[in-house]
């Protein structure tokens, strides 16, 4: 038992140490040959044979072999299982707690029961956040906390300060996305719209809309409502 357990050991440590000097290698090889490269944060092995994943940037994934000789932007596919590993990994890496989101720092629109959640970064002059916003009303039983994310221009600022300072912001908000009636010009403390955008520029969040659920996973982009029942599901 004692010899058995010394040889398990020692072939986990060899196995250990192999994974370090490949990383190392990856590391410098690519860091020499590729300056321009941001920090590689992270190598790890990936499900294919001689093929490695590198993360810089926080999410950003790229693929290589065990010397860095090659570089590889792109989508990995398990064809087996019929799925996009690339897109599970930057799902997983961009996730966000969505009890750790600032709250206070939105508007809350309850449709029914209200017991699903659902939170939203949206520019107000953003088109297809209007597109997306004429959708949702199909959407019940649901909670839904509007973060005011104005990074498309000055008036799109101008515009979220008028639905912020408004007596009921979730009425200011929908007649301006779903009728066009812009929204009063009014004044009162607007910090909480810097903070949104400071909270969205640390956790990237570089498009609108964007949607995260319960459960922190997010999506980049106007879906349907369908997608959206089915992620609330």
């Known amino acids: 038992m004692t010899r058995s357990f010394t040889l398990f050991a020692a072939g986990t440590l060899l196995a250990l ?35 490695y994943e590198i993360r810089v940037n926080g999410s950003e994934i790229y693929y290589t ?17 019929r799925r996009n590993l690339t897109d599970e990994r930057i799902e997983k890496l ?10 206070k720092d939105a508007f809350t629109i309850v449709r029914g029961n209200g017991k699903r959640k659902l939170a939203v970064f949206e520019d107000p002059n953003c088109g297809y956040c209007k597109r997306f916003e004429k959708d949702l009303q199909k959407v019940n039983n649901v909670t839904i906390h509007m973060f005011l994310y104005p990074i498309l221009s000055e008036d799109s600022t101008a515009k979220s300060k008028a639905i912020w300072c408004a007596k009921d912001k979730a009425k200011a908000w929908q007649d301006w996305m779903l009728l066009d009636v812009a929204p009063t ?12 955008v400071e909270f969205g520029k640390k956790f990237k969040i570089q498009g609108t809309p964007t949607l995260v659920f319960a459960d922190g996973s997010r999506v980049p982009g106007a879906i349907d409502a369908k997608q959206v029942e089915k992620r609330l599901n």
């Open 17 to 51: 140490s192999t994974a370090w000097s490949q990383e190392a290698v990856i590391r410098k090889n690519l860091a020499e040959r590729l300056p321009q490269l941001p920090a590689i944060e992270e190598v790890n092995k990936t499900p294919m044979a001689g093929l």
């Open 65 to 81: 072999d065990e010397q860095g000789n090659y570089l590889v932007q792109g989508n990995l596919i398990d064809t087996k299982q």
């Open 94 to 103: 961009t996730a966000i707690n969505f009890d750790t989101l600032p709250i």
């Open 185 to 196: 010009s009014a004044t009162c403390d607007t910090s909480a719209i810097t903070r949104n």
